[in-house]
């Protein structure tokens, strides 16, 4: 038995065997990735796993990855191949697969628990159909709504992020790669790419290499080191006129030379043809597979002109064969690593019907839709009481729109490239569906009428809705956006409402009854006047196929809701960047002294970190454990939070840091812990934080990493709104 074949040889031997036996094109061949899956391109390339020893395939559903893993199995070496695709909050694009939120709602719930379960879930569903890596978690920074893939971020701070980023990873790749209920994490995208300028998707992005130091990496630098990531996507932009894709300083320095990171690099979507084709860096698609490679990306995803291109280039010597070696390595090590070339090369074929949907994963999504509830306004209107004989109109078309509640990333998604018509519809619970469901329980009156439509397509029944208000005691209003107003490539210059919507909620209220707003929506939008004029609003933004339950749970009373916004909404388009984490230092001579546009509050519509709940509470006590830490101390701080109503609640207490003054400039104030306190009626809890040195740095002039001697002030409190904290401060 050829070594390489021996299960029970060190991995290290394993590879050196292997290698020893590959020529330069079955090597290359481990870098190539290309679609399996017809509709998404025109061709079909699965042949190619002989012609060009194609290690990794993308975009495989049904049976297709076991057929491809047969054929492999036939070639001259029997490299198995390793098989991605996009299951983003969900394995979405198998017609049972269990839906979540969608990531920007799911960060709403800031608990690690249920994103590590969701992905955990995830994990064992998509290693059931055969697939071995997920092209998860997002890691970039929501900070322009504008931007169409807002939705799938974490929202627009760098730290939560790296925390809920690592909470997923530690789900998806579980306790080791080789079980059947683990896959690969994929961390993206690498790095900077939410930042594009105008919120441009895949443009220019205008990043240094201190603000990417500073706010783009830290994120990623916690999923290698701390979650241990097993790979990272390139994204498509340019950094400063420089391509991440080419980017060595990013994909070797920093990434496997100063981090040392042991897992490989895959590219987004043709990067390597992009570099010629569009962002026009490159003088062919030979030199810009060279910087690719070069680069420091291991696998190339979707560039059909690698193949012959990177051959002549190590040939003619141009690319030293040790890069691609590296690649290689790195890229079969987690092939073994997954039991690939041993027992776990071929899933059962009856794991898929078995795993698929089963009554506890669809548990799973509705605890992490309950969770991910936020409440932004309530005059006393909710919960609703005394229901009895009372009469509910629902209105608005995303009351009842199974695609725009699931978001990106499902079917009617462009990825999917096919559609089961249904989408997802018989296992989707939407706002219509939930009220309906518990109208007899409760005994009110229920009616729905689409009245307005998200698109501009003059879809008009606002007469409707004036009519059908008048013998009715609540109004609930749902707005928001659908599939075709986000995602890649659907970027907005306006964030106001859309279609009759605005038209819609202004009837509503002119009816003069109770006014509640259901947003669901992949990213905020303008709604200022519905701040101003609605008796309660609920974000749910997309809440996944459970969602209308857990809206209508919150709407009754049986959830009590205890989200907290993970991204701030701003008065217009104009306003933006509204991130809490912003800078001082704006010259505006407005009377009153404040930073601001002259037409528009300093403020944000709402702000990172708001959410209220059933409850009610008050912090206290303040104290700083360590009021002068040495270097390398870890400063503590604790506060009391007591529950003062009579309803049993959570909170989320949040830890703002701010660096007082330091040789550069630095953000107002940071993100740097927080605490799910849950808390019985009238009791009260003392909570720690402790904030690791490391957390306490900034990046200096010279990109060096430093904590420098002074004042800290830190912040407690329920939201980023400092004016609800309590605030203290502490000295190195």
């Known amino acids: ?52 020893h194609i290690g990794s395939f993308l975009h495989c559903t049904g049976k ?17 191949v390793i098989f991605g695709i996009d299951a983003i909050h969900g394995h979405c694009f198998e017609d049972k697969g269990t839906v979540f939120p969608s990531q920007l709602s799911l960060s709403c719930s800031w608990d690690r628990q249920i994103v590590k379960e969701m992905a955990r879930v995830t994990a064992k569903e998509v290693r059931a159909c055969g697939i071995h890596w997920t092209f998860s978690p997002v890691l970039c920074i929501g900070r322009d709504a504008r931007w169409g893939r807002v939705d799938e971020t974490f929202g627009e701070d760098p730290w939560l992020i790296g925390e809920l980023a690592c909470a997923a990873i530690e789900g998806y790749q ?43 990496l830290p994120p990623f630098e916690k999923a290698v080191k701390k979650a241990k990531v097993a790979s990272l996507m390139t994204g498509y932009q340019s950094n400063n006129g420089l391509p991440a894709t080419s980017d060595s300083w990013l994909l070797r320095e920093i990434t496997k030379k100063q981090w040392g990171f042991k897992g490989f690099i895959v590219t987004d979507w043709d990067n390597v043809g992009s570099l010629y084709k569009k962002q026009k860096v490159a003088r062919d698609l030979k030199d810009a597979a060279r910087q690719g490679i070069v680069g420091g990306n291991d696998m190339m995803m979707s560039t059909d002109s690698f193949f012959e291109n990177a051959l002549q280039l190590v040939q003619e010597g141009t690319v030293s064969e040790d890069l691609i070696e590296d690649s290689v390595r790195r890229v079969l090590k987690i092939k073994f690593e997954m039991g690939l070339f041993d027992d776990k090369r071929h899933i059962p074929t009856d794991r898929q019907s078995e795993v698929l949907g089963r009554p506890e994963h669809w548990d799973v999504a509705l605890d ?47 990825q999917a490239g096919h559609a089961n018509e249904t989408y997802h519809r018989e296992d989707t619970v939407t706002l219509r569906d939930g009220l309906k469901k518990t109208s007899e329980k409760y005994g009110f009156d229920f009616e729905y009428i689409k009245g307005a439509d998200v698109l501009d397509n003059g879809f008009d029944e606002t007469d409707l809705v004036k009519k059908r208000a008048k013998n009715s005691d609540y109004i609930i209003v749902c707005v928001g956006d659908t599939i075709a107003q986000h995602g890649e490539g659907h970027d907005r210059s306006d964030l106001s409402l859309t279609g009759k919507q605005q038209k819609l909620l202004e009837v509503a209220k002119a009816s003069g009854k109770k006014l509640i707003v259901v947003y669901i929506a992949s990213k905020p939008l303008a709604i200022s006047w519905v701040k101003e004029n609605a008796d309660a609003i609920i ?41 809490y984490n912003k800078y001082t230092g704006w010259h505006s001579d407005n009377e009153d002294g404040k930073e601001r546009y002259i037409d528009l509050p300093e403020e944000p519509v709402f702000s990172f970190g708001e959410g209220i709940s059933y409850s009610r509470f008050s912090y206290s006590d303040l104290k700083v454990l360590t009021s002068s830490i040495k270097k390398g101390e870890n400063p503590q701080f604790e506060v009391t939070i007591t529950n003062i109503s009579d309803v049993d609640g959570t909170e989320i207490a949040q830890l703002y840091i701010n660096d007082v003054v330091s040789t550069m400039t630095t953000p107002c104030m940071n993100l740097k812990g927080f605490h799910r306190v849950d808390l019985k009626a009238g009791m009260s809890k003392t909570v720690q934080f402790t904030v690791d040195w490391d957390e306490l740095a900034i990046i200096d002039a010279d990109l060096k990493k430093i904590v420098e001697r002074g004042e800290f002030e830190v912040w407690v409190g329920p939201s980023s709104i400092r004016e609800k904290c309590l605030k203290s401060s502490f000295w190195y």
């Open 539 to 579: 974000c749910c933004f997309n809440p996944g196929a459970k969602g209308g339950t857990a809206i209508t749970e919150v709407l009754l009373g049986e959830l009590n809701p205890s989200g907290k916004l993970t991204i701030s909404f701003p008065y217009s388009a104009g306003q933006i960047p509204v991130f």
């Open 1 to 52: 038995m050829n070594l390489y074949k021996n299960a029970n040889a060190p991995i290290a031997d394993r590879i050196d065997d292997l290698m020893s036996r590959m020529t330069l094109e079955e090597k290359i061949g481990q870098m190539i990735q290309l679609p399996a899956k017809e509709g998404i391109v025109e061709e079909n390339y699965i042949d190619r796993i002989y012609d060009w």
């Open 368 to 414: 992490a839709s309950r969770e991910s509830m936020t409440l932004l306004t309530n005059n006393g209107v909710l919960p609703l009481q005394d229901m009895k004989n009372k009469k509910i109109l629902l209105t608005g078309s995303n009351g009842d729109d199974v695609i725009a509640q699931l978001g990106d990333w499902s079917f009617g998604s462009m």
């Open 64 to 80: 297709a990855a076991e057929e491809i893993q047969r054929m492999a199995e036939k070639s001259r070496l029997g490299i198995p």
């Open 174 to 216: 579980g306790d080791s790669l080789d079980s059947e209920d683990s896959i690969l994490a994929c961390a993206k995208h690498f790095a900077g790419y939410g930042e594009a300028t105008g919120g441009r998707d895949s443009f220019e992005a205008d990043v240094s290499k201190r603000k990417m130091l500073s706010i783009f």
